[in-house]
């Protein structure tokens, strides 16, 4: 199994939100560069989601 990433979100009042969880890190970064690219004022970044796992496609 493969460590799972999240995107976090967080507005101008610093309100932090979950985007996206449960992905691989490529994703997860892709996703978020994805949103900086839109040109949004808000604040994204990767971090581990340490309560779940990517299954790695060797069952």
């Known amino acids: 199994m493969e460590?799972?990433?999240?995107v976090m979100r967080q507005d101008d009042n610093?309100?932090?939100f979950l985007v996206a969880e449960g992905l691989t890190r490529p994703a997860a970064e892709?996703?978020?560069a994805e949103f900086e690219a839109r040109g949004h004022k808000q604040l994204y970044w990767v971090?581990?989601?340490d309560a779940a796992q990517v299954p790695?496609?060797?069952a």
Do not use: C, M
């Open 30 to 32: 892709a996703l978020a």
């Open 3 to 6: 460590t799972a990433y999240r």
């Open 47 to 49: 971090e581990r989601n």
């Open 56 to 58: 790695d496609g060797s």
């Open 14 to 16: 610093g309100n932090r």
